[in-house]
């Protein structure tokens, strides 16, 4: 609502000033309307409950959804809760294997369906189909995928003389294994992102490349690359945040009488444990705003270490 | 106007969005949208957890009910077990309880204690409906505080199912059910069979199909009569956790737990890899139609230990406290506990009917199996463990006791480890 420069003889500066802010303030008014529905949304289903889960964890939860005040009961014990420190390993270890894979499985996947090649269409279907499967269902089927002794990964492998593994059922595999399904899902949605900021990049540049006898390769990394930053570091961040919150994969995967669930399970799945499994719904809060500080830490972090490496035209 | 009618549809797509998905709850549709007309249609809810072995029976339940309350319809929740208590748990706190629902021992006591049930004392004396028609066992489990908050559904008891077929390949005589813990043993290594890939018997990590049953066998307990004192750490708690833990790493006649976790045990006893399994009375219908299992297999008394002994159980039928059609609500519950609605069970087969003298309709029910030993084993039954707050240390059970399984710790260790927390939670129910 930046003034238009009219200056105007006293006797017409109310008339104009006037209309301009009447302008000035329909719009402004315009603008809240429109992302009034968005920001309401916002506003009773997540911040709401933020605030709300910010609150219960200083509460004690009993049978039936009664809770009393507690205090910092549920952080003292946060601070001392093994569990919490090994499920927090392994989260950790689940966001180390899942985001570079992710994200490079994925730029390489949306380089090579952003070419003009037979079945295009086909190809981007295909790799997007995990993204629609429900995560039941891709539990369910990859579980069997993994059984050990009746499991078609491992009947394959016998056909190479590769030893069968207890993928799901051994402690130097199962985390692996579900960060595998997990990259598996993720590609399609990261493809389309990629694709999109890919097409953003002006042909022009590779067509001066060319004509200085880049290669593909060369071009990839000296011109791709670099212009993809800032997607890179959308798909980084969104992902980062995701991996964090992992669960219904591990959920789904792992029984709860694996003796795996120690080594796999997240600080997701113990949220839940503690909230529905064992009705400590305050001490559930706490472990949720224990997670919530750690992941904004970490995108903090990498808001600050954007300028170092994510290239704005 | 143009942007006018445009915001004007954002708003109210937003508020129909919000509306619509904020009900998770299926509960909530059958509450009293009460016709409040004098003969008014009333809807029930109704929630088990049978699932599929169960839609013959409901149905066959439902169309007598409705025959003879016309203006009342009753609506089936049906909620796989593993998620039924988290959904009555949010339901109860919400107050939208279903009119009649399933109960089950463990559970009980925390629902009547805090007022989710209806008492029925009254309501009994009332229409005259005689406990006496029930088991006493079960309807003691159902009365708290002196007052009766469910009636009977059914009761069960385990017994060792075993696949004829590889009974047969390896030329064992079936059991009778006078064996005891050694000849079961015995029985499995005969029909072990690595080259095969087939086990004799599937050690898994079950409570109510397998370790209480041994704990009792070994003549303890899981928990004490006044429910304050964890039985896991007597000799006999452990004894009872040993004879599992020995099938898997001492005889190995059993699959290990790595391999039942990839694989359910039911699961691989339907397709011939484990030639028996302790399971529960209730199977009956699932085995029956198995297209595999349904000429294969049977079913034999448990071996005995020091006693011969099986933990019983039986679901009941409660009323929620705050229902919007009592009335209506109880007559269903009355419906469900009569001879009529337990003869419909007898007759699909899904659960022993807790009516006296139902029973063997049961028994027939599917004659090429001895159904007729899980009535038997009734004289020498012990109760299902409860305490008030009985998830707080059932759930510890399989997280600290699936190690030894595995063969990580000694059973005398992991029964050690379970036995001081499940104390630790008894002191904490007041």
Known sequence: MESQGVVSPSPHIHATTHKRSNLARSQWLWGYLMIAPFFL??????????????????????????????????????????????????????????????????????????????????????????????????????????????????????????KAQNWLTDPKW??????????????????????????????????????????PFRKFYVITLPLLTPTIFFVTVISLIGAFQVFDLIYMMIGSKSLMVENTQSVVYLFYKYAFENNDKGYASAVGIFLLVIIMLITAVQMKLQKKWVHYE | MKKMLISMLAITTVIAAAGCSSSPNETAPAQGQGNATSTETVELSFSSWGGSAYKETNDLLIQAFTAKHPNIKIKIEDTPNKQYWQKMEAAASGENLPDVFWMNGPRFASYAANGMLQPLDDLIKQDKVDLNNYPESLVKLYNYNGKQYAIPKDFDTIG???????????????????????????????????????????????????????????????????????????????????????????????????????????????????????????????????????????????????????????????????????????????????????????????????????????????????????????????????????????????????????????????????????????????
Not at chain 1, 191 to 204: A, K, P, T, V
Not at chain 2, 175 to 188: E, I, K, L, M, R
């Open chain 1, 41 to 162: 949304g916002l506003l009773g289903f997540y911040i709401w409950p933020i605030i709300q889960t910010f609150y219960f964890s200083f509460t004690k939860w009993e049978a039936f959804n009664t809770y009393s005040w507690a205090g910092l009961d549920n952080y003292k014990r946060l601070v001392q809760d093994v569990s919490l420190l090994h499920a927090l390993r392994n989260t950790v270890t689940y966001v180390v294997m899942f985001v570079p894979m992710s994200i490079i499985l994925s730029i390489i996947v949306a380089t090579l369906l952003n070419q003009k090649i037979r079945g295009l269409a086909i190809y981007r279907t295909l790799f997007f189909l995990p993204v629609v499967t429900m995560p039941a269902a891709v539990a369910m089927v990859w579980k069997w995928l993994y059984n050990g002794d009746y499991g078609l990964i491992n009947y394959v492998l016998s056909l190479f003389a590769i």
């Open chain 2, 160 to 430: 060792v199912w075993y696949n004829k077929a590889l009974f047969d390949a390896k030329g064992v005589p079936y059991p009778d059910g006078s064996w005891n813990w050694d000849q079961f043993v015995d029985t499995a290594k005969k029909l072990t069979d690595p080259a095969k890939g087939v086990w004799g018997v599937a050690a898994a990590l079950d409570s109510q199909g397998g370790y209480y049953n041994t704990i009792y066998q070994s003549g303890g307990s899981v928990i004490s009569d006044d429910k304050k004192k964890s039985g896991y750490d007597s000799p006999e708690g452990i004894a009872g956790i040993k004879f599992w833990t020995d099938l898997i790493n001492v005889h190995k006649v059993s699959p290990t737990l790595a391999q039942m976790t990839d694989t359910e045990p039911l699961d691989m006893f339907q397709s011939g890899k484990v030639a028996m399994l302790w399971e529960g009375s209730w199977n009956a219908t699932t085995f029956a139609k198995n297209d595999y299992l349904k000429d294969k297999v049977d079913v034999a008394p448990l071996p005995k230990n020091k006693q011969q002994s099986v933990v019983i159980h039986g679901l009941g039928y409660a009323m929620s406290a705050k229902s919007q059609h009592p009335k209506e609500a109880w007559e269903l519950l009355k419906f469900l506990g009569s001879k009529e609605a337990m003869d419909i069970h007898a007759k699909t087969g899904v659960a022993i009917p807790a009516y006296n003298g139902t029973q063997d309709t049961w028994v027939k029910s599917f004659p090429n199996m001895k159904l007729q030993i899980f009535i038997d084993e009734v004289k020498y039954a012990k109760p299902y463990p409860v305490s008030k707050y009985t998830s707080k240390w059932s759930s510890l059970e399989p997280e600290i006791l699936n190690k030894a399984w595995a063969g990580q710790v000694s059973a005398k260790e992991a029964a050690k480890q379970l036995a001081a927390k499940m104390n630790e939670a008894l002191a904490a129910e007041k």
């Open chain 1, 174 to 215: 199962a985390l692996f294994a579900i960060v595998v399904v997990a990259v598996w899902s993720s590609i399609g949605n990261n493809m389309i992102i990629f694709l999109s900021g890919l097409q953003g990049i002006s042909s022009s540049y590779y067509e001066a490349a060319s004509i200085d006898g880049a290669g």
